[in-house]
Nanobody, 121 residues
Framework: QVQLVESGGGLVQVGGSLRLSCVAS????????MGWFRQAPGKEREFVAALGWSGITYYMDSVKGRFTISRDNAQNTVSLQMNGLKPEDTAVYYC???????????????WGQGTQVTVSS
């Protein structure tokens, strides 16, 4: 069982920045593909960004150029730097981990508890 603990959420104004971090409790962290998902009220959970064990990154179209995912295998940490935040980015953000080839809501094996991000206008 892998535990994922997120931090860094909060309230920010439009155009502001936040950095989310997630620490994983596994010695095999480097073997996992790590991702960030989000869920807004009344909406389904959606993919935001992923960073595979190989180092390849993936982003949803609406965050490309604004969000950056990174990982530190020595610290078992994955981060999401969010710049140029918009009201539509408001959601609970979840850290996720999987050993499977793809990173999607159906392939994720472990989820964090979520951290709230609110962007006010």
């Amino acid at each position: 069982q892998v535990q994922l603990v997120e931090s860094g959420g909060g309230l920010v104004q439009v155009g502001g920045s936040l950095r989310l971090s997630c620490v994983a409790s596994t010695r095999a962290f480097s073997a996992y593909s790590m991702g960030w998902f989000r869920q807004a009220p009344g909406k389904e959970r959606e993919f935001v960004a992923a960073l595979g064990w190989s180092g390849i990154t993936y982003y949803m179209d609406s965050v490309k150029g604004r969000f950056t995912i990174s990982r530190d295998n020595a610290q078992n940490t994955v981060s999401l730097q969010m710049n140029g935040l918009k009201p539509e980015d408001t959601a609970v953000y979840y850290c996720a981990a999987t050993l499977k080839r793809d990173v999607s809501t159906t392939s994720i094996q472990y989820w964090g508890q979520g951290t709230q991000v609110t962007v006010s206008s």
